[in-house]
Nanobody
């Protein structure tokens, strides 16, 4: 199992920036991939960005060029730097850890709210 603790959400004006952090309770080398997802009111949860244990990254088209996912292996922490924020980025953001052993297991943080005002 892995526990995930997110921080860094808040209220920001359109065009501003925020950085989300997610601290994991175990070393990244035992986790196949980390990621950020978001869920806006009335909508399904959607992928924002992922980073694998090998460092490969993947982004939703809607955030490419604006968001950057990164990790600090020494701190077992993954970050989401969000620039040029738009009102449509408003959502609850969730950290995810994916561990593949005999099956794939997904673990989630409690979520952190991001609100972008116009």
């Amino acid at each position: 199992q892995v526990q995930l603790v997110e921080s860094g959400g808040g209220l920001v004006q359109a065009g501003g920036s925020l950085r989300l952090s997610c601290a994991a309770s175990r070393t990244f080398f035992s986790i196949n991939a980390m990621g950020w997802y978001r869920q806006a009111p009335g909508k399904q949860r959607e992928l924002v960005a992922t980073i694998t244990s090998g460092g490969s990254t993947n982004y939703a088209d809607s955030v490419k060029g604006r968001f950057t996912i990164s990790r600090d292996n020494a701190k077992n922490t993954v970050y989401l730097q969000m620039n040029s924020l738009k009102p449509e980025d408003t959502a609850d953001y969730y950290c995810n850890a994916r561990i593949v052993v005999d099956s794939a297991y997904n673990y989630w943080g409690q979520g952190t709210q991001v609100t972008v005002s116009s």
